[in-house]
């Protein structure tokens, strides 16, 4: 199943950040997290058909990670993003 967007919504997939997969050899404190970044790459899956976006599916997006709205149904998750929230599309 495949979510169709709509109201210029962008349907997106995480990137997975570099730091997240490595391991630390340094011990950390159980309550320690670390600072979260206000922006996040995703990829683009799908746009709404009232969306004004100029890029492609495929293309890495730069979004408010505060504005990244996950759905989830029938056990799958969704990426969601209002148009508005992207800053940049990296090329």
Do not use: W
């Not at 969306?51 to 996950?70: D, F, H, K, W, Y």
């Amino acid at each position: 199943m495949i979510l169709d967007p709509r109201n210029r919504h962008l349907l997106v997939e995480l990137i997975p950040d570099e730091e997240d997969q490595e391991k630390s050899a340094v011990l950390l404190p159980e309550n320690y997290r670390p600072v979260k970044s206000q922006h996040i790459a995703v990829m683009l899956l799908e746009s709404a058909p009232d969306c004004s976006i100029q890029c492609s599916q495929g293309s890495t997006l730069i979004v408010e990670a505060s504005m990244l709205n996950e759905i989830t149904h029938d056990n799958q998750t969704f990426h969601l993003v209002l148009e508005n929230y992207v800053l940049g599309v990296i090329e």
